[in-house]
C-alpha cells in the first residue's frame, strides 16, 4: 500500500533525537502564510487535533496531521518530510536543534491513486 506520507532518513534521525528529549511526538502541517505551511512538530499531547484535521499515517512512528483544507490541495501528492539547517517555526520543536522540517512532495501515479481511491 502507498503511504501518504513519508520521511527521509534526515528527518527519521532527528525524530529519532527530538523523541529522546521530548517523548512521544506528532506533527501538524495546516498551511497558511509563512511558518503555517511548514511541518509542525509539539509534544503528542500539546496539540490538540479535531474534526477538521486529516490523519495522513505516522513517520518513525509518530502521527502527521494535516488540516482538511490543505488536504484538498495535497491530497494528489505524496508528501516526503525533509529537514534542513536554518530555523523554522518557533513553536516546532525542532527549532532549538538549528534545524527545520520541510515537506517535499511527488505526484502520485494513476496506479497509486486508484490504491488510495482518489480520482
Same mark, same amino acid.
Given at each position: 500500500?502507498v @503511504?501518504?506520507?513519508?520521511?527521509? @532518513?534526515?528527518?527519521l ?5 527530538l523523541?529522546?528529549?521530548?517523548? %512521544? ?9 509563512c511558518?503555517?505551511?511548514?511541518p509542525m512538530?509539539?509534544p503528542r499531547?500539546e496539540? #490538540?487535533?479535531? %474534526? ?5 499515517? !505516522?513517520?518513525?512512528?509518530?502521527p502527521?496531521?494535516?488540516s482538511?483544507? &490543505?488536504?484538498?490541495?495535497w !491530497?494528489?501528492? &505524496? ?5 534542513v %539547517?536554518?530555523?523554522?517555526g ?9 534545524k ?11 496506479? @497509486? #491513486?486508484k &490504491?488510495l481511491?482518489?480520482g
Amino acid at each position: 500500500m502507498v @503511504e501518504r506520507v513519508t520521511a527521509t @532518513e534526515a528527518a527519521l534521525s532527528l525524530i529519532k533525537h527530538l523523541k529522546e528529549i521530548h517523548g %512521544d511526538l506528532m506533527f501538524h502541517q495546516s498551511g497558511g502564510c509563512c511558518d503555517g505551511s511548514s511541518p509542525m512538530c509539539y509534544p503528542r499531547d500539546e496539540f #490538540r487535533t479535531g %474534526d477538521s484535521d486529516v490523519l495522513l499515517g !505516522k513517520i518513525g512512528g509518530t502521527p502527521f496531521y494535516m488540516s482538511k483544507d &490543505q488536504y484538498d490541495y495535497w !491530497k494528489h501528492t &505524496q508528501l516526503i518530510i525533509d529537514v534542513v %539547517d536554518g530555523r523554522g517555526g518557533m513553536f516546532s520543536l525542532e527549532g532549538p536543534e538549528g534545524k527545520r522540517f520541510l515537506t517535499r512532495s511527488r505526484v502520485f501515479t494513476t496506479e @497509486e #491513486r486508484k &490504491q488510495l481511491g482518489i480520482g
